[in-house]
């Protein structure tokens, strides 16, 4: 047998050279182009010089073509199972009878993230760190990340971590380099409620069907509600606001605007006075900084920084927490605003956006059957605009089953099962992974900090086999950014000129406040006309409907067509 010198004397392949090949064919390639939307500029302040060099994730040569994965078949299936063509983000390395095996790399394919995922586990076991871990590998691969961070505690990905003997340990059990490294990111928040820039939506914008789900009316209130925002356009009256809704309909049902009902079809006193006591409980929930202008732009979450990386949005939900109302509603806004913008690409090398929502079960506590039914249909279907979401919480079921199907990527950190109802929701979470040889009741309960069980899609689309990880330490910093220091950055912000000043022009309730008698003249005058079709033919028959219903070939798609018609597209 050949020693390592006699090897390279004799031209054999040695670990040193395979290696050594391998990075001079990465450097012929030469690194892969990232190009971001024209004319749009990085974001200023918390990122390092421009220019700086995108990171590799690649092999670490000390581990490469090590024979003793072949010696056991179920690690030598695992490694196959991971041992991806294109490119991959690196999670970690495989624990296998106690030992991590640094040769056995456990990764997830890029072009895969748009299937979505899930990142579980119990309180302290590391999931806000593998989120930061996924998050700013996207980055570096030039892939926009939006992350809602309810603890405050990722503003840290802006800055290079800190080097420590766990870091650097980590590093070494996982076969993996580790650099310091920040990645350009831009501080939002809700309304301007926290530090960040403001993100708004107009009430227009945000449309009747979309804002009825939240109001949780039902089909006749949503009717209702509906030919109040018809009313409103035909008569120029913009809603921008709270207050521009509940002026239109406290108008309409005012001894003024009895003629305008009967014009529109009708609004019972009794309805108009359920939507408005619901538009109040909405505004308490904290709703008026959410709605106004300047609104958001959400071709802004899909910008790439000039050096090629993908910008991380960090939307601070700290100062909002306990209001899961206004996030949710956020996001339903957020995914339908994007949902329309958006082209069709099917399955492309990368994503156009990856979002991550941390403590996902506000999401879904106490969320209506409509809001559930959203979720799910626009996780369905947005994947194919290139959109990827990740959900970050405690156990599978805290995510409902509908929308826990649609997740490809599973990142299972350790569980507790203290109690009758931890032990019900480990059996629970452990019949959702695919058939392994380990005995996963006893693995999950054991994980330590920053380990979890892993399966994720291939590049083929099926799931690959179970494997149990220790996961890489993110090279960013691992807790928050001080205040201060995000406050600086926010101000320096590209965006910060365009949407950190609330404006509140002329609209709806301002009008109604000077010229309270000119609607009833136009109802009068409009009686003199010839009769007009009802709101439904004109709907029905518009070229905005019949060109969404030809777009849409299944019953699915006509009806998150439906759920996402009420939203108005932005004037740009």
Known sequence: MMNAGEAEEAGAPTPAKDAAAAEGAAAAEGPVATEGPVGVEGPVGVEGPVGTEIPTFTENPAVAGNPAVAEDPAVAGIAAGYAFAGQALELGALLWDGRCRPDVPVRIPLPMLNRHGLVAGATGTGKTKTLQLIAEQLSAHGVPVFLADVKGDLSGVARPGQPNDRVEGRAREVGRQWTATGFPAEFLALGGVGHGIPVRATITSFGPLLLSKVLQLNQTQEQSLGLVFHYADTKGLELIDLKDLRAVV???????????????????????????????????????????????????????????????????????????????????????????????????????????????????????????????????????????????????????????????????????????????????????????????????????????????????????????????????????????????????????????????????????????????????????????????????????????????????????????????????
């Open 250 to 572: 406290a108008f309409l049902t005012s001894d003024e605007g009895k003629a305008e009902l009967k014009n529109i079809g009708g609004l019972s006193t009794a309805t108009a006075g359920v939507i408005l006591r619901s538009l109040t409980a909405f505004e308490a929930q904290g709703m008026a900084d959410f709605f106004g202008e300047p609104e958001f732009d959400t071709a802004d979450l899909l910008r790439t920084a000039p050096d090629g990386r993908g910008i991380v949005s960090v939307l601070e939900l700290t100062a909002v927490q306990d209001r899961p109302l206004l996030f949710s509603t956020f996001l339903m806004w957020l995914l339908a605003d994007l949902f329309h913008d958006l082209p069709e690409i099917g399955d492309a090398d990368r994503p156009e956006l990856v979002f991550f929502f941390d403590e996902a079960h506000l999401l879904f506590n106490d969320a209506s059957k409509a809001f559930l039914e959203s979720i799910t249909q626009t996780v369905r279907l947005i994947r194919s605009k290139g959109v990827g979401v990740f959900f970050v919480t405690q156990t599978p079921k805290d995510v409902p089953s509908d929308v826990l199907g649609q997740l490809g990527n599973r990142v299972q950190h350790a569980l507790r099962a203290f109690t009758p109802e931890d032990q019900k929701a480990l059996r629970a979470t452990v019949r959702t992974f695919p058939k392994s040889s380990y005995d996963l009741e006893e693995l999950l309960t054991g994980l330590g900090t920053g380990e979890a069980v892993v399966t994720v899609l291939s590049e083929t689309g099926a799931p690959t086999p179970v494997a149990a990880t220790r996961l890489r330490a993110p090279e960013s910093l691992m807790g928050p950014v001080p205040a201060a220091e995000v406050d600086t950055a926010v101000r320096g912000s590209a965006l910060h000129g365009r949407y950190a000043q609330a404006v509140d022009r002329e609209s709806a309730y301002e009008k109604l406040r000077q010229a309270p008698a000119e609607p009833k003249a136009d109802a009068e005058a409009a009686a003199d006309r010839k009769e007009e079709p009802s709101l439904v033919e004109q709907v029905v028959s518009s070229g905005m409907f019949k060109s969404l219903a030809r777009s849409v070939g299944t019953q699915l798609g006509r009806e998150i067509t439906r759920s996402l018609f009420g939203t108005a597209r932005r004037r740009r």
